[in-house]
């Protein structure tokens, strides 16, 4: 249990009220805080065991947008009920993006449109989640999410891509309509019939790895690694979206989710 400045006020908030239930049931709240006097009681308020609920979530350094997932608790869980800079926690959106949610019989899903007229993608920065100066030394990171691409823009060199960086290193997965690929590496392309539906990928960086795995559709080798690079931006983030001038195309994504607590293989 995480307790720190933001988390203060709901602890003793609820425990004030566990009191003043206890206090209630005996007929003596005047005297609920008495010194020298403690309080015994059982939670049996339908209201208050909800409230402990959720002061858990919110305790544990998560919020109502994490999920268990294929037997990973994702710390961030993005699903298209809304547009990710409104969702929570918000995403940051660089560049001229263009995307809708779109409803679904099955899910809803994001598409978005990337062109070859500069960058444009989602991110979280160093700060509340994206801990990337400590998580990609000493953490180990688990991302995941469902992607299919629509089409590709003639000449483009990929439609999509996910980075992990810190300040110093940087691990980048590019995408197109036919597969997935290291950044700066077109050979190492690995074929996945990407717009003929919905695929998962996840990537397991574990602590202080030279390499990052990915892994396709649950499967428990990994399809391709993904090796450290130089972070020329010194920015430290997590991106998805458009990450190059050369990028364009349509795709689509029926969710995104990280932790920054471990390297969770399938």
Not at 71 to 87: C, H, I, L, N, W
Not at 116 to 134: I, N, P
Request: glycine share 10%; hydrophobic share 40%.
């Amino acid at each position: 249990m995480i307790v720190n400045a933001s988390t203060r006020f709901p602890v003793y908030f609820f425990y004030m009220l566990m009191c003043l239930e206890s206090a209630l049931e005996r007929g003596d709240a005047s005297r609920m805080f008495e010194p020298g006097k403690s309080s015994k009681f059982v939670l049996r308020s339908p209201l208050l065991a909800a409230l402990l609920i959720g002061l858990t979530i919110g305790l544990d350094g998560s919020r109502l947008g994490a999920e268990t997932l294929h037997g990973v608790d994702f710390e961030v869980m993005y699903r298209p009920t809304a547009m990710p800079e409104k969702s929570d926690p918000a995403w940051r959106k660089t560049g001229a993006l263009r995307g809708e949610v779109v409803p679904s019989s099955e899910s809803p899903f994001l598409q978005l449109r990337s062109s070859l007229e500069g960058v444009a993608y989602y991110e979280l920065k160093d700060g509340e989640w994206w801990r990337a100066g400590t998580a990609l030394a000493d953490g180990g990171v688990t991302v995941e999410f469902s992607v299919r691409v629509e089409d590709e823009e003639e000449a483009a060199e990929g439609v999509m891509g996910v980075s992990l960086a810190d300040s110093q290193s940087a691990f980048v997965l590019l995408l197109d309509k036919n597969g997935i690929w290291p950044h700066a590496q077109p050979n190492a392309k690995v074929a996945v019939p990407l717009s003929e539906g919905f695929h998962t990928v996840r990537i397991v960086l574990p602590p202080g790895a030279a390499a990052a795995s990915v892994y396709l559709d649950q499967q428990t080798e990994p399809a391709l690694r993904l090796k450290r690079r130089k972070n020329a931006s010194g920015k430290s983030r997590i991106a998805w979206g458009d990450l190059s001038a050369r990028m364009g195309g349509r795709s689509s994504w029926q969710y995104f989710a990280f932790t920054n607590r471990g390297a969770f293989a399938p």
